[in-house]
């Protein structure tokens, strides 16, 4: 609830909940076709392949996802298993926290060691959220936790997609850079949910992926670079702290994680936390 110009009240009487582990795993017997269960075949089929409806009337357009649209993806998918072009790999992690104002400090588990922090800025009007107020504050003497995760799809789908566009087969590259794309999203969605199960907040979830994408469910998932965290700078921060090398997962001078096929994210699992922008 607001009042006025007052910040929004967050709870601080909720249950914390318990980590099966503290620190890091990485994770690579990822099973493709568990990851396929997560894909959004219209955002797959609309905004990465552009197969738009425009002026097509509803029956043609429907014919066209049956009989082309749908086969290609099929191919794909066959395709990507057989030559091993994607291969899913996690490192996920849960960690000790607490906020500090703007910022949400990392502790070394059971210590007063910091490992670094992580600045989020403020709204400058009401209800004037910052991220950080999703974390118990530091004064209240007692530990939050902060699940981490990195996933990426592996180099050589940078690899294929660059092969193909090289040999300027740019509607295959179109294709299959969509697609590896698209399933390194899937595999990020597919890992947010293991880790909703493993702090058993899952209770809420949507009851398939559309929900999972209408985020009908406890435990937002972030990244830098959202309107609510735009610093891609920050990112660095938590790709030192999982180790990300561990999995070939690097940053340019640039921001930009390699292999393209990569996401990033941290979790609030608060009840209360929503996405919004600073403006």
């Not at 099973?31 to 269960?37: C, G, I």
């Not at 588990?109 to 800025?121: A, S, V």
């Not at 990300?244 to 979790?267: C, D, L, Y």
Request: with cysteine; proline share 6%; hydrophobic share 35%.
């Amino acid at each position: 609830m607001k009042t006025g110009n007052a910040p929004e009240i967050i709870s601080r009487d909720i249950k914390i909940p318990t980590p099966p582990f503290w620190g890091t795993l990485v994770v690579t017997d990822i099973e493709l076709n568990s990851v396929y269960e997560f894909l959004t075949e219209s955002v797959l089929f609309h905004r990465r392949w552009g197969y738009q409806k425009g002026k097509l009337p509803r029956a043609e357009y429907e014919e066209l996802i049956e009989k082309i649209v749908k086969p290609e993806f099929e191919s794909l998918k066959l395709r990507c298993r057989a030559e091993h072009l994607l291969q899913p790999q996690v490192i996920y992690g849960y960690f000790q926290c607490n906020s500090a104002g703007d910022e949400v400090i990392i502790f070394e588990p059971d210590t007063e060691r910091e490992l670094t922090r992580f600045y989020f800025p403020r709204q400058k009007k009401t209800p004037f959220r910052s991220i950080a107020d999703y974390i118990l504050p530091i004064e209240l003497s007692k530990r939050d936790v902060l699940p981490l995760q990195i996933a990426t799809v592996g180099k050589i789908a940078s690899q294929e997609s660059q092969r193909l566009y090289q040999a300027n087969a740019y509607r295959e590259y179109l294709l299959f850079h969509g697609f590896s794309v698209e399933t390194a999203e899937a595999l990020t969605e597919y890992w947010h949910q293991q880790i909703r199960l493993e702090l058993k907040i899952a209770e809420k979830n949507g009851a398939d992926i559309k929900d999972l994408v209408a985020q009908k469910y406890r435990g937002k998932r972030f990244s830098f670079g959202y309107p609510s965290c735009p610093s891609l700078s920050e990112n660095r921060k938590l790709l030192q702290l999982l180790d990300s090398a561990r999995i070939g997962v690097s940053v340019t001078a640039g921001e930009q994680m390699v292999p393209e096929q990569t996401t990033s994210a941290f979790i609030i699992h608060h009840p209360q936390a929503k996405y919004f922008s600073l403006e």
